[in-house]
């Protein structure tokens, strides 16, 4: 069953550092997601990408964020320059394409911790 | 934006057991999922069910749009049911999924 895949599992880095989250959709799909969940808290939407730019972004998506589809299968999301508070659980999410709003894939996450 | 309630927060039932988790969303939607966020933290599908009812073995659930909520039905309850299920609304014009605060559930042998 194809499914939404993620690297790393965990990371962990400095405060100050960039990291890079890397995501591989569902091959067929158009739509991807980017939320994040603080430790006990509810899962929140960053961003969505749709055609190669940003359809959509919450407020938490600053200048510090930035998402880029580099090739025919990656998906990333950029911390510039991490803060404590960027510590959290980052889920890559894609849907299908046909129309907004379809079924949500999420991946398995990756855990950033910000030291 | 759409406002998303879950209940009860927390839940701690005997294996075995029956139960109903319910979510309550603020405005007209064009999807409503149901997860299910396992000890590792992993976010799993359980249904897409902006209306209607759907059943996947012992779960099932049932979307009633014109009146805005949604309930999951756990029946014969594990203890590999235990973790935290959100539901998640998207409205209309809108990419996002807004998610519920979840509900822990505990089932214990």
């Known amino acids: 069953e194809p499914e939404v895949t993620q690297t790393p599992s965990h990371q962990v880095t400095q405060m100050g550092q960039e990291v890079i989250l890397r995501c591989v959709p569902i091959?067929?799909?158009?739509?991807f997601y980017w939320y994040r969940q603080i430790l006990g808290q509810k899962v929140e939407f960053l961003v969505s990408f749709y055609n190669n730019e940003i359809s959509e972004k919450s407020e938490i998506f600053d200048d510090q964020f930035s998402v880029e589809r580099p090739d025919g299968s990656n998906f990333t999301l950029k911390i510039r320059s991490t803060k404590l508070e960027d510590s959290a659980m980052y889920f890559c999410?894609?849907?299908?394409?046909?129309?907004?709003?379809?079924?949500?894939?999420f991946g398995q996450g990756t855990r950033l911790t910000v030291v | 934006g759409i406002q998303v309630e879950q209940s009860p927060p927390d839940l701690i039932l005997q294996e075995g057991a029956n139960s109903t988790l319910r979510c309550n969303f603020s405005?007209?939607?064009?999807?409503l999922q149901w997860f299910h966020q396992n000890p590792w933290g992993q976010l799993i599908n359980l249904f897409y069910i902006p209306s209607g009812t759907k059943q996947n073995g012992r779960l099932s659930a049932t979307t009633v749009a014109t009146e805005r909520y949604s309930l999951l039905y756990i029946s014969s309850s594990q203890t590999t049911d235990s973790g935290v299920y959100f539901c998640a609304a998207g409205g209309r014009n809108t990419d996002k999924l807004i998610f519920g605060t979840g509900t822990r559930l505990q089932v214990f042998p």
């Open positions: 405005d007209s939607v064009n999807n």
């Open positions: 091959s067929n799909h158009l739509y």
């Open positions: 999410a894609s849907s299908a394409p046909w129309t907004r709003n379809t079924e949500a894939f």
